[in-house]
């Protein structure tokens, strides 16, 4: 009881007073600092233990995953593998989440391996597991063969297959198994929308709600939070708005993640006015993510200094800021052009918070000090990164090479670019722009000819706007701009549009 309450002392006050302990009570000991996210204190629990048994076991691996002890807990794993303690379709649960987070597809494997000598995947919770974590490794393809080989499978098992297809943007799988499933429920329906939205198709995660609602299937908090992002990366305000609107008129009270997707989508169609008017009529601001998407909201309108009382506020109220608060913040910087500020955050976030900071964070400081012109304190920020700088960080560098038309950075960049890339069109068309914005056409072209020898093809850009309350798509080619209307026509089909 007193474990369950959060009061590790007094528990384990009881526990050392008990003349006779069971296994029983060892493993309520040892549950009880797993939950409160003690791991050491579960090992020393664990190892003083006279006799374990899987679920022994089965806690102390969860113990070290919840606590981010992910190497322990594969150590764990394999101690447990060299008992004879046995399993249950519990034991795999921890190892599972541990393969996941290091998309450590070997050790998948060795589990799959191991569930089916077992005889376990007949479990059809335990088969979709793997099942889907197959799918969060990238690895669809076996994920698929897991599937297809499940004698029995329930509505979890299909949604998962359709979620794997859905996160891969393969919306035509995605699709497919949908209206393959011999059942659905809220959660098959939500995922197919987040697919559309997630993927850029707004409207068809739109239609696809509208259809939801015909078939009187009711929307789940998560479903409305999708669709309010298709709203948002389409730039679709009226429909944003009539979504909010049927959620005040039918009396739902949003949860944190829908109150931060409302101010996400206000913002992005526009109007920052509606998105302080969610933020400030939202009554529990106790969740650091809805200051987040607030923050992120101000720094998409180049409010820095608003973003800067924000964040004050926030941390006035005793929450602790995260990873996430310091990206928005620093972009809220870079936007509005306050070095001191950023520079000053920046290097708070060890010295005050024990966040180290990573690529992303580096990526913006290099943005905030490149588009205020301090590149040579940019440099010096570059060179501190305390790894290979990765996509984000050259990314950066790009945008400040643009604004500022600097050649010899470009040059430097240019070549990391095609290291890491040699495919990527990005280091060419950044160094042929720069020339052209320079006038210097015929450096500009010989770059242009280097990427056509080399069989290097510029992606196609693609906009969605909305005119007369209809969507088009607009497709910029390489070779000119396509604007596509009829594609729009049917909203059950999904178009593929190659250059």
């Not at 959660?187 to 850029?200: F, H, K, P, R």
């Not at 926030?314 to 070095?339: E, K, Q, W, Y």
């Not at 010096?380 to 990765?390: A, D, S, T, W």
């Amino acid at each position: 009881m007193y474990a369950k309450c959060g009061d590790h002392s007094r528990a384990r006050e009881v526990f050392d007073k008990m003349r006779v302990r069971n296994l029983y009570s060892w493993n309520n000991m040892l549950s009880g600092c797993a939950k409160l996210g003690m791991a050491k204190a579960a090992r020393k629990v664990f190892d003083k233990m006279p006799e374990r048994d899987f679920v022994s076991w089965n806690t102390m691996i969860m113990a070290y995953v919840q606590s981010e002890r992910l190497d322990e807990a594969v150590r764990c794993y394999l101690e447990l593998r060299r008992s004879d303690c046995g399993y249950n379709e519990y034991s795999f649960a921890g190892v599972l989440t541990v393969c996941v987070k290091l998309k450590a597809l070997w050790l998948l494997k060795q589990l799959h391996c191991q569930v089916f000598v077992l005889g376990f995947l007949t479990n059809v919770v335990l088969s979709s597991s793997v099942m889907d974590a197959y799918a969060k490794c990238g690895e669809m393809g076996d994920g698929r063969r897991l599937f297809d080989e499940m004698k029995w499978r329930d509505v979890l098992a299909w949604t998962i297959l359709l979620s794997g297809y859905a996160k891969d943007g393969n919306m035509k799988s995605a699709r497919e198994i949908f209206y393959s499933m011999p059942e659905k429920n809220s959660v098959s329906w939500t995922a197919l929308i987040s697919g559309y939205a997630q993927n850029g198709m707004g409207r068809h995660a739109l239609y696809l709600f509208k259809e939801m609602i015909k078939m009187r299937i009711e929307p789940d908090q998560y479903t409305y939070s999708s669709c309010l992002f298709a709203c948002a990366s389409t730039i679709l305000s009226r429909h944003g708005m009539q979504l909010h609107s049927h959620l005040i008129t039918a009396g739902i009270r949003p949860n944190v993640v829908v109150v931060s997707s409302l101010i996400d989508m206000y913002s992005k169609c526009g109007s920052l006015h509606d998105a302080k008017q969610v933020f400030d009529d939202t009554q529990n601001k106790n969740h650091v993510v809805l200051w987040n998407t607030f923050i992120s909201a101000l720094a998409h309108h180049g409010c820095g200094r608003q973003a800067l009382k924000i964040f004050t506020d926030m941390v006035g109220l005793g929450l602790r800021p995260d990873s996430v608060t310091f990206l928005a913040f620093l972009n809220a910087c870079s936007h509005s052009g306050l070095v001191q500020e950023g520079l000053a955050l920046f290097g708070s976030m060890k010295a005050d918070y024990q966040i180290v900071p990573d690529q992303e964070h580096y990526a913006c400081l290099i943005d905030l000090l490149g588009r205020s012109g301090c590149f040579d304190e940019m440099m010096n920020q570059l060179k501190k990164i305390p790894v290979k700088p990765e996509d984000c960080v050259w990314n950066a560098l790009i945008g400040v090479c643009r604004i500022h038309g600097n050649v010899e950075l470009s040059r430097v960049v240019m070549r990391h670019l095609v290291e890491v890339d040699p495919c990527s069109p990005a280091a060419y068309l950044l160094l042929s722009a720069i020339y052209a914005a320079l006038g210097r056409w015929d450096c500009a072209k010989e770059v242009r000819d280097l990427m056509s020898s080399r069989r290097i093809q510029k992606d196609q850009a693609v906009s969605w706007v909305e005119v007369d309350r209809k969507l088009q798509l607009d497709i910029k080619h390489g070779r000119g701009t396509t604007s596509v209307l009829e594609l729009l026509a049917d909203g059950n089909t999904i178009y593929s549009v190659e250059s």
